[in-house]
């Protein structure tokens, strides 16, 4: 099984998860830019963490045989805050860069008026820099943030198949479904979507389109349950080419259209010995 997390926070993660993920099939992951866990006080903390996620972070996972790309974007929580609003100015250069396969994460956390300014500015700057988008879902009220997120992308005239609208569920997945965008689902212990959930909508909707991930991060979650998602797939009768389709080819296409995918040799054996960095030596 060969599987490309679409969704997750490595930076978040320890080389131990990189280690574990190679040996599941994980060969492949696109971290998004997102909230550190406390707020961020001036753009400098910003840059510093995006050349991290498209400098250190892409080191860090070759050394297990996983090739990584980012997405890059000043996020929905900290868009409120008005320390943050000049990280759009540094986003341009940042959105050239050869592993940026798409801007994200935008769109909303609390519905406000300044969520909707920002998430519309970083939908213009997808299209002007021919990038798709990835875009989070409000943890609260999701029907009414996922109504308003799909009329902004209507209003910002980017392609809805240049979108994925994320960390949906029962009650929303149709909605996006039927505006042409593309459906990703994250896969938690606790919260969100589980394996079996989502193999019920796999059943129901289909495999087109859709992105699973583990969108792991600093909370409790597994990056391994994109590999428990294909196991449970296949449990249910799916078949080898349907967890292909939704765990690898899918992912593909989607980012895929940045231009910027570089999936080379993702296929050799990770090799794990001689870094003296991972491995704690001198």
Not at 49 to 61: H, I, K, Q, T
Not at 98 to 123: C, H, K, R
Not at 255 to 271: C, F, H, I, M, N
Request: aromatic share 8%; charged share 25%; hydrophobic share 40%.
């Amino acid at each position: 099984m060969r599987i490309f997390d679409p969704h997750i926070h490595m930076t978040s993660r320890t080389t131990d998860d990189y280690e574990r993920m190679a040996a599941a099939g994980v060969r492949a992951v696109v971290e998004p830019a997102f909230w550190l866990g406390q707020p961020r006080t001036s753009v400098g903390s910003f840059t510093d963490y995006f050349d991290s996620l498209v400098g250190w972070e892409p080191f860090r996972a070759g050394q297990f045989g996983v090739r990584h790309h980012a997405t890059i974007a000043l996020n929905p929580k900290e868009a409120n805050d008005p320390r943050c609003r000049a990280v759009l100015d540094v986003l341009p250069r940042y959105l050239e860069k050869d592993g940026v396969v798409a801007v994200g994460e935008i769109g909303y956390d609390s519905m406000t008026p300044e969520e909707d300014e920002v998430f519309a500015a970083q939908l213009a700057l997808a299209v002007e820099h021919e990038l798709p988008a990835l875009v989070h879902t409000p943890h609260r009220d999701k029907a009414r943030g996922v109504e308003r997120t799909l009329a902004v992308v209507v209003e910002s005239g980017i392609g809805a198949g240049r979108v994925v609208v994320d960390h949906l569920n029962e009650v929303t997945v149709r909605a996006v479904r039927d505006s042409g965008c593309w459906l990703g689902f994250s896969i938690y212990p606790d919260t969100k979507m589980s394996p079996p959930r989502m193999v019920e909508l796999l059943k129901a909707y289909g495999t087109e389109r859709v992105l699973v991930n583990s969108a792991a991060d600093w909370g409790r979650s597994d990056p391994l349950l994109t590999r428990a998602t294909g196991e449970a797939m296949l449990a249910a009768g799916f078949t080898d080419d349907d967890v292909d389709l939704v765990l690898w080819r899918n992912p593909v296409e989607f980012y895929g259209q940045s231009g910027r995918l570089d999936l080379s040799d993702v296929d050799a054996e990770p090799t794990f010995a001689g870094n003296s960095i991972l491995r704690g030596g001198g």
